[in-house]
C-alpha cells in the first residue's frame, strides 16, 4: 500500500481521499478544527436549493474509512521533494514521509473591509453575502435593528473584476449566489423590495439562466446594472446608496435597509504559501498546474497534484469533479 497526503479537509480532499484510500493510505491534514467549513456555512445551494448541510453530511461519511487518518489541526507548513518521496513538514515539526501529494487547500472569502467606501464593518446595515447566508440559515433576515427590512439590496463583484482590490478576474459564483439569496430572501419577506446591482450577470451554469428568469418573472427580485460607488448611513440608520445606472447613463440614489456584498474567492493563505513553497504559485495566489487542458491535476513537480479551488474559483459540483479526477490521475501515477 502507497502512502498518500492529502492537504485541506474540504469537498476535493475529502472525496479525493475516499477514492484514493480504496488502495492506498490516506493522511488527511486540516489546519482548522472542523471539515468542510466553507460548506457548513451555507443554508442552501445552488441551483437547486439543495441543503448545504445535507451535502456536508454525505461528503463527511465518506470518512468512514480505515485507510484515511484525518488529523485535525495540523497545519503543514511545507512540503519537500526527497529522493523519490515527498516529506510533508506540520507545524509541530513532524516529518511524514508519502509517495504522492495533493494539495487541495481551497480559497478564503475576500474580506470586504478592504472597500472601505462600501462601509462593512462600520455600518450594522452593511453585510456580506456570507453573513446573509447565516441570516437565512437561521431565518433572521432583519436590518441594524432588529426590525423587518422593506427594501435589501444586492451589490454583485465586491473584490473581484476589481483593479483597486488587485482582482481582475471573476469569481464565478457570486451571481447566481445573489440570485439564490434573493428569492430566499422574498420568501422570508413578501413585502419587502429587493434589487440586485451588477456590472454584467453571468448566468454560465446549467439552470443558472432558468433561476435568474425565475427570480424576475416569480420573485419580483429587481435588476440594476450599475455599480455602487459609496455607501453611508443615515439618522435612521438606513444605508444610503450612490450609484450609477450604467444603463440609462444617470447617477442615482437610493436608500436601503440591508445591503448584501457579494463577496468573491481568493486564494486561501495555505494555498499562497504552499504554492510559493512549492514553485507552483500562479496568477493571483491560485496554483498553478502543469498545462490546464490535459494536465489540469498535475504540476511541474512529479509527484506533486492540486484539485479544487486552490487553482481558480469554482462550484461545489466541479470540485467534486476535479477531486475524481485527481484521484484517477494519482492512481495511475502511483501504478
Ligand atoms: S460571478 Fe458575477 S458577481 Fe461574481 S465576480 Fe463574476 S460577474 Fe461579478
Redesign the pocket.
Known sequence: MKKIAIIGAGPAGIESASILAKDNEVLLFEKSTAVLSNIIDKAYLFPDFSSASEIADKLNSKLINDNITLMLNKEVVDIVKNDSEWKVVDKDGKNYFVSAVLITTGYQIFDARRKEELGYGIYKGVVTSIDMERMIRYNQVVNSINETPKRVVFL??VG??DEKSGNRY??????VT?VKQAIEVRKLLPEAEIYIF?????MWGQHFEELYRESQEKYDIRFVRGRISEASSTFDRKIQIKAEDTLLGVPMKMTADLLVL?V?MEASCGTKDLGVKCGIGGEYGFVKTATPHLCDNETTEQGLFVAGSCKRPMTINDVINDARSAACVISDYLK
Do not use: N, T, V
Open positions: 454583485q463583484c473581484s473584476r471573476c469569481s464565478k459564483l457570486c451571481c445573489a451588477y456590472m454584467d450577470l453571468r457579494m468573491g
